[in-house]
C-alpha cells in the first residue's frame, strides 16, 4: 500500500474530543494517523515530522497530547491491545447455547474490523521482529487469547487437554488465514462453515447456527 498523502481526520469519537479555539487536531487524530502508517509502512515510519505533515500541523500539536514518540508508540500498542485481544477475549466469553454457538461467537471477531483489525495486528507482528518488548506484548497477547478459546471449550465439557489443543487449532488456523491472505469469496467460506464448526469442535452445528453466522458475515461484507 502507498503512501497518503491526505490528512487523515477520523475520530473514533468526535463528541468526546470535540475541536475548540485554535486546535486543528486532537489525539485521537494522531493516533489514527500513526496507526494508519503502521500499517501501511512499518513502525520506523511512524515519525512526528511526517505525522504532522499529513495533518497538515505543527509537532508542538504532537507535544500537547504526547511526551514523546516513544509514548506514542506505546499509546499504539495499547490500542492495538483493546482493538484485538479485548475483542476476542469479550467475543469467546459470550453466552452460547453450544460450543459451535461459541465457535461462531469467535468467528466474528475476524468478519468484523471494528472487533479485529488483522492489518494492525500483523504490523504489530512485525514490528515485533525487531523489539523485544514489543515480543513479549505479542506473546502475551497471544497467551491471553488462547487462555480464553481454552476456557470457551471448557465451559462446554470438554476436557482441559482437548480444550487446549482445539484452541490452539482453531486459533493458530485463523491467524494463519490472514497470514496467507487467502482471498476467496464470503460466500465460499459460508459454504464451508458447517465443515469448519463440525472441524473445530466435534459436533454438528444446527441450521439456525449457522444462519446467524451467515447472515453476521454478509452484514460485514456489506459494509465494507
Not at 178 to 185: F, M
Request: overall charge negative.
Amino acid at each position: 500500500m502507498g503512501k497518503q498523502e491526505m490528512s487523515i481526520l477520523h475520530r473514533d469519537d468526535p463528541e468526546k474530543e470535540p475541536l475548540v479555539g485554535h486546535v486543528k487536531v486532537t489525539r485521537d487524530d494522531w493516533l489514527n494517523v500513526a496507526r494508519d502508517v503502521l500499517v501501511s509502512d512499518g513502525v520506523a515510519e511512524v515519525k512526528v515530522l511526517a505525522l504532522g505533515q499529513r495533518l497538515d500541523v505543527s509537532r508542538s500539536s504532537f507535544y500537547w497530547y504526547f511526551k514523546s514518540r516513544k509514548h506514542l508508540l506505546e499509546a499504539l500498542l495499547d490500542d492495538w491491545e483493546a482493538r484485538s485481544t479485548r475483542s476476542i477475549v469479550t467475543q469467546c466469553g459470550l453466552p452460547a447455547r453450544t460450543i459451535t454457538e461459541a465457535v461462531g461467537n469467535f468467528f466474528k471477531c475476524f468478519l468484523n474490523p471494528d472487533l479485529f483489525d488483522r492489518g494492525l495486528d500483523f504490523a504489530v507482528r512485525e514490528w515485533a521482529r525487531r523489539d523485544g518488548a514489543v515480543r513479549q506484548r505479542i506473546d502475551q497477547a497471544d497467551r491471553e487469547r488462547l487462555d480464553a478459546v481454552t476456557e470457551m471449550f471448557m465451559r462446554h465439557g470438554f476436557t482441559h487437554y482437548e480444550s487446549d489443543v482445539r484452541a490452539r487449532i482453531l486459533y493458530y488456523m485463523q491467524l494463519g488465514y490472514h497470514a496467507l491472505d487467502v482471498r476467496e469469496p464470503m460466500q465460499a467460506r459460508c459454504d464451508r462453515l458447517a465443515g469448519y464448526l463440525k472441524g473445530f469442535t466435534g459436533q454438528e452445528a444446527t441450521e439456525a447456527e449457522i444462519a446467524v453466522i451467515t447472515a453476521y458475515a454478509a452484514e460485514q461484507e456489506g459494509r465494507q
